[in-house]
Nanobody, 124 residues
Framework: QVQLVESGGGLVQAGGSLRLSCAAS????????MGWFRQAPGKEREFVVA????????NYAESVKGRFTMSRDNAKKTVYLQMNSLKPEDTAVYYC?????????????????WGQGTQVTVSS
């Protein structure tokens, strides 16, 4: 089992940057694929990016390609989401999630463990 805690959200102007972190507990963090999802007000939760449990594959949503970068540090049991060139449409609550031995899939249903979320607000 793994518990996840996100941090790093905040208010930023359009064009700015933020780095989100997701710290995990549990001894088998390196065996989990990790994903970032987001949910804007009145909208369904959507996939942003995921990294396979081996770290060999990273899968980005088209809307964030070239702007967002996900990385993982297994020694620190932490994943990061570097967000650059932020747009107002990136405003959402961002959640990290874990999928045991997963491939870094886009499907929300694969992920069994979720953090509480961190708010990102991008002003125009």
């Amino acid at each position: 089992q793994v518990q996840l805690v996100e941090s790093g959200g905040g208010l930023v102007q359009a064009g700015g940057s933020l780095r989100l972190s997701c710290a995990a507990s549990g001894r088998t963090f390196s065996s989990y694929a990790m994903g970032w999802f987001r949910q804007a007000p009145g909208k369904e939760r959507e996939f942003v990016v995921a990294i396979s449990w081996s770290g060999g594959r990273t899968n980005y949503a088209e809307s964030v390609k070239g702007r967002f970068t996900m990385s993982r540090d297994n020694a620190k049991k932490t994943v990061y989401l570097q967000m650059n060139s932020l747009k107002p449409e990136d405003t959402a609550v961002y959640y990290c999630a874990a999928d045991y031995r997963g491939p870094g899939d886009t499907s929300i249903s694969r992920y069994n463990y979720w953090g509480q979320g961190t708010q990102v607000t991008v002003s125009s």
